[in-house]
């Protein structure tokens, strides 16, 4: 069986690997960052009560974000998991398709 560069990659050199994986990652975490300090920075022209908001709720978005990253890989991973023993009906079942 030929082997595609993604596959590659992934079974080449670790380091190689991590570094392609982490890019889109902390790109999105810079935007992510970047959305609230623009924020902050447009919220305090309207006064304090209002940045404080800012300030009480960022964390907890954090953590929503969060858990919402890591239901998406779990179920990524479980879908390809099915996908790859060929069991097409639990892989739809994973994903909810019925």
Do not use: C
């Not at 709720?57 to 953590?63: A, D, G, N, S």
């Not at 890591?70 to 097409?88: T, V």
Request: hydrophobic content about 50%.
């Amino acid at each position: 069986m030929e082997k595609n560069s993604n596959i590659e990659i992934m079974t080449g050199d670790p380091k190689k690997a991590i570094n392609k994986l982490a890019l889109p990652i902390i790109a999105s975490m810079f935007i992510l960052f970047a959305n609230n300090i623009i924020d902050s920075i447009w919220v305090a022209g309207l006064g304090a009560d209002p940045l404080a908001a800012i300030g009480y709720v960022t964390p907890l978005f954090m953590v929503m974000v969060g858990f919402g990253n890591g239901i998406g890989a779990g179920g990524n991973s479980l879908i390809s998991r099915y996908i790859g023993a060929e069991n097409k009906h639990q892989a739809n079942n994973a994903a909810i398709i019925q």
